[in-house]
C-alpha cells in the first residue's frame, strides 16, 4: 500500500488552523489492507516517550492500525533508530513516527520516503527538512522564551548569574538549539546567531538588570547529566542563581547538586515538558517554572494522520504561519506574574503525562 500511499500525499492539498489539525481531501483510498505505523522514540528511559508511547498504541487501537514500537538505547542512540526504520521499510509499512536522535538517522529516513512510506518527525523537527513529510511538534522557542519571560519577571531586577543544561555538546539537534536560545531571548539577551548556542556575550544586560552567564553544559537529557553540569557550572561560580535546564529529569539532576552545595535558596530553575512529575516539582517548588508539552497528542495525530492518508488519502498539512504542526505549549508555575499567561500546576496535573 505504502507506494500508492505517496502519491496520494503528493496529490493532497489544503490548509490547517493553528491549532487544530485538519487534513485535506485527495484520491480515494481503501480499508482492504492494515495499515502499518512504526514508532521510533529517542528512548524509553524518559516518560515523555513512555507516554507517547501509550498515545501512539491508543490511537492505533481506535483506528485498527498494525502498530509496531521502537527506541533507541538511549538520547543520542542513532544506530538503533537506523534499524528499526530498516525494518520498517522492509515490513512495507505505510508510514513512520519518529523523535529523531539526531542528523545520522536522516539518511535512512529519505530510503524510507523513497520507498513510499510517508515520515512523520514528532517532538523534533530533523536537520534535514526533506528528510520528513512533516513535523508535529512543540513550538520548542516558543516554549524557551515563555520560562525565559517569567524567569527574568521572577528575578525582581536581580542580577542574574545563569546555568546553561543543555541537551548535547557533540552534536546539534533543533530542539536543544530552539529551546536555550528562546530561553535566552525571553530573558532579553541578544542571542547572536539564533542557530547556535554558546555565542551570546557572557555579560550584558537582560529585560529587567545584568546577567552572566556562567556556561552551557551537556546532560544527555538524563537526572545524572544534570547533576554533573550542575556540579562543574557551581565550581566555576558558586553564585549561580538561575540555572535553565533542557528538560525535567535534567532539572532534577541539577536541583540535587544544588541541594548538596547549600545553594538552593533564592535558586530558579525553569524547565520544559510538563510531565507529572515535573508538575509536581513545580507545587513542591523545586522547579519554578516549566513549559508543558503534549507528547499524547503528538503521538495521537501521528497514526490518526497516516491511517488517514492510506485509507482516504487525505493528508496533513502544517500549522498556518509556520513549517511545522503546532501541537501546544503552556507555561506551568504557581508563582504567576502579570502579563504572563501560565496555568497552575493543579490544572496542568489534569493533562500531565508520565
Not at 75 to 102: K, P
Not at 187 to 203: L, N, R, V, W
Not at 252 to 258: D, I, L, T, V
Request: negative net charge.
Amino acid at each position: 500500500m505504502n507506494r500508492t500511499l505517496r502519491s496520494r500525499a503528493l496529490a493532497a492539498t489544503g490548509a490547517l488552523a493553528a491549532g487544530a489539525l485538519a487534513l485535506t481531501g485527495c484520491s480515494g483510498g481503501s480499508d482492504e489492507d492494515t495499515v502499518g505505523v512504526t514508532l521510533i522514540v529517542k528512548t524509553t528511559a524518559n516518560p515523555f516517550f513512555v507516554a507517547m508511547q501509550e498515545g501512539a498504541e491508543a490511537a492505533a487501537e481506535e483506528a485498527g492500525v498494525d502498530l509496531t514500537l521502537a527506541a533507541g538505547r538511549e538520547d543520542g542512540d542513532e544506530d538503533t533508530q537506523i534499524q528499526a526504520i530498516e525494518n520498517a521499510i522492509s515490513r512495507g509499512d505505510d508510514g513512520i513516527l519518529i523523535t529523531v536522535n539526531g542528523p545520522g538517522v536522516e539518511d535512512a529516513l529519505v530510503r524510507a520516503r523513497d520507498a513510499g512510506l510517508y515520515v512523520i518527525a514528532l517532538d523534533t523537527p530533523p536537520s534535514d527538512s526533506e528528510s520528513v513529510d512533516i513535523t508535529f511538534a512543540t513550538d520548542n522557542f516558543l516554549a524557551g522564551q515563555r520560562i525565559g519571560e517569567w524567569t527574568a519577571a521572577q528575578l525582581g531586577g536581580d542580577k542574574a548569574v545563569i546555568a546553561m543544561i543543555d541537551l548535547f555538546d557533540d552534536k546539534i539537534v533543533s530542539v536543544d538549539v530552539q529551546r536555550d536560545q528562546g530561553f535566552l531571548d525571553g530573558m532579553g539577551i541578544d542571542t547572536a546567531d539564533p542557530e547556535a548556542f554558546g555565542d551570546e556575550a557572557a555579560t550584558g544586560q537582560y529585560s529587567g538588570g545584568e546577567y552572566e552567564i556562567v556556561g552551557h553544559e551537556a546532560s544527555q537529557g538524563a537526572e545524572d547529566g544534570g547533576r554533573t553540569a550542575a556540579e562543574n557550572l557551581l565550581s566555576i561560580n558558586p553564585d549561580i542563581n538561575v540555572v535553565y535546564t533542557i528538560n525535567e529529569p535534567a532539572a532534577y539532576g541539577a536541583y540535587e547538586a544544588f541541594e548538596a552545595a547549600g545553594a538552593t535558596e533564592g535558586l530558579i530553575v525553569a524547565s520544559v515538558d510538563g510531565g507529572c512529575a515535573g508538575v509536581d516539582a513545580v507545587a513542591a517548588g523545586t522547579i519554578g517554572a516549566t513549559s508543558q508539552q503534549y507528547p499524547v497528542r503528538m503521538a495521537e495525530l501521528g497514526v490518526e494522520a497516516i491511517h488517514s492518508l492510506a485509507t482516504t488519502g487525505e493528508a496533513p498539512e502544517t500549522t498556518e504561519g509556520l513549517d511545522f504542526f503546532n501541537t501546544g505549549v503552556e507555561l506551568v508555575t504557581d508563582q504567576p506574574h502579570e502579563g504572563i499567561d501560565s496555568i497552575t500546576s493543579t490544572e496542568a496535573g489534569d493533562v500531565c503525562w508520565g
